[in-house]
């Protein structure tokens, strides 16, 4: 997996996993957009969820697919007994799965597709079924079975202090979070930023909210905008809108953000 949201969904299964095979050594084959999210897994009897994890580059691969050949080397001599594939999209990771001639490899069997064919077994992943219950069917054909669904993170304390140290003073008032951009890839999927303006000042007008604006270095104009909608006129309940609106939109690890939230 490569992307963010889905690799702290992927931990239920990574729990049951560790609990099935408590003395396994597990790997995880990550980017340099979720790695951050490994250092917050949490342990399951005082053991990591992962030993360790491995750094790929799709897109260098593809500029330069001749320094796969060695990448894909190193990965074999490791002589896996077991892949799991999490990844439902990406025609390159089951390509990897069978370049590592594991003796059981395990993936999605995806419509239209055609990835299952160098897997061993295979599930189907609904579209109307959440991921975790997606991830968590992927595991159970290595019969770990044992998860409550619900992903949870081990955050640094210092990331917990860096939040506490954000965020406004803590009262009785409810305190709601807009995280208004998609990334650079994403923005198809956004909400229009006129929805949040007219969303804010109701929840500002009729509960009486604090609010956090919050998103990467690249979105600060967006929040900004945003911001500057919902305070562009007196509300009846609210005294000081200004002072009703944080922005933490900027630079954070993901452990900072995941302590915000």
């Not at 930023?193 to 956090?212: C, D, F, K, N, P």
């Amino acid at each position: 997996l490569s992307a963010v949201g889905d690799t702290v969904l992927l931990i239920p299964a990574l729990r049951a996993l560790r609990r099935r095979y408590p003395e396994a050594q597990i790997t995880l084959l990550c980017s340099s957009i979720n790695v951050e999210v490994v250092g917050c897994f949490p342990t399951v009897d005082s053991r990591r969820l992962v030993d360790d994890f491995i750094l790929w580059d799709l897109a260098a691969y593809a500029k330069k697919p001749w320094t796969l050949l060695p990448f894909l080397r190193s990965l074999r001599a490791r002589r896996f007994d077991l892949t799991l594939d999490f990844e439902q999209w990406i025609r390159a990771t089951s390509l990897v799965m069978a370049a590592l001639g594991a003796p059981r490899r395990f993936g999605f069997r995806t419509q239209r597709q055609y990835r299952h064919y160098v897997y061993s077994r295979t599930v189907t992943a609904p579209p109307q079924q959440h991921e975790v219950r997606n991830f968590l069917a992927l595991a159970a054909l290595a019969d770990a079975n044992d998860d409550d669904g619900v992903p949870r993170l081990s955050l640094p304390p210092a990331a917990v202090a860096w939040a506490e140290a954000q965020l406004p003073p803590r009262t009785d008032r409810p305190l709601i979070a807009f995280h208004p951009g998609c990334g650079a890839t994403g923005r198809p999927r956004e909400w229009p930023a006129s929805h949040y303006v007219e969303l804010g000042r109701r929840l500002l007008t009729e509960h009486q909210a604090q609010l956090i604006l919050t998103g990467g270095p690249g979105e600060r104009e967006l929040a900004d905008g945003i911001r500057r909608g919902i305070v562009r006129s007196p509300l009846p309940t609210i005294c000081d809108l200004q002072s009703a609106i944080c922005n933490l939109t900027g630079p954070t690890t993901f452990a900072q953000f995941a302590a915000l939230l």
